[in-house]
């Protein structure tokens, strides 16, 4: 069963513009882990963010966590167009074991 | 680039065959795990071994066999699979099999039953 659900389910912007994906969850976790997949490839690994921080940024990411609302956002600044793939939260499904439900996913196009 | 390397890429297979997929991986992690992906659907959890041994499975039906000959190797066999079994099968790696530890994915195999 998914644990994470992602929002929007598609998004469509353009070259420059930032892009922000939002991820709820239901039971409690110890972390959220964002990924990236390109169509047909395998799963890229952003950012991990404990159930003890709020905030977290890498390069161009910022994924902000919280755990009072079960949500987790992943905001992509002065998208490229390189940027177009599948993105995913995904959760802890197995309490203190390292496995993941993944959410639904968020398709993001960005434009020339 | 990822260091969790699937073959084959590719693979079609009729429902009577017998095929495996292999993973490997040099990070020197003790999990791993393999997951398969439908087409515009997330992936989803089927095994998790640990240090070599079988630590989760997910109610996987018998025709997938896992085997982890050792710390670096990871196996799916597959035996008279269905056409719904068609989808890319992703094979990941950690440190450990606590959580916390990032997973690492390897680019998947895409399987073809027909």
């Known amino acids: 069963s998914q644990q994470g659900e992602e929002d929007p389910q598609a998004l469509s912007i353009q070259e420059g513009e930032n892009a922000t994906m939002n991820c709820s969850y239901k039971t409690s976790i110890n972390n959220l882990q964002w990924y990236r997949q390109n169509s047909g490839r395998g799963l890229v690994h952003l950012i991990l963010i404990r159930s003890n921080e709020r905030e977290k940024h890498s390069g161009r990411l910022r994924v902000t966590l919280d755990t009072s609302k079960k949500s987790s956002s992943l905001l992509i600044t002065a998208s490229r167009a390189a940027d177009t793939a599948s993105y995913f939260c995904?959760?802890?499904?197995?309490?203190?074991?390292?496995?993941?439900?993944f959410g639904k996913g968020t398709m993001l196009l960005v434009s020339p | 680039d990822t260091e969790v390397t699937q073959t084959p890429k590719h693979l079609v297979m009729g429902m009577t065959n017998k095929k495996s997929l292999k993973c490997e991986q040099h990070?020197?992690?003790?999990?791993m795990y393999w997951y398969k992906q439908k087409a515009k659907k997330p992936p989803e959890l089927m095994f998790v071994y640990s240090y070599e041994k079988l630590s989760i499975n997910e109610s996987v039906p018998s025709r997938f066999s896992p085997e982890c000959p050792n710390s670096s190797l990871l196996n799916l066999h597959l035996h008279a699979l269905q056409p719904e079994d068609s989808a890319l099968y992703l094979c990941a790696s950690s440190q450990e099999r606590i959580s916390g530890n990032t997973i690492y994915f390897g680019e998947g195999s895409w399987l073809t039953v027909v």
């Open positions: 995904a959760t802890d499904s197995h309490s203190g074991y390292s496995t993941l439900t």
């Open positions: 990070m020197g992690h003790r999990a």
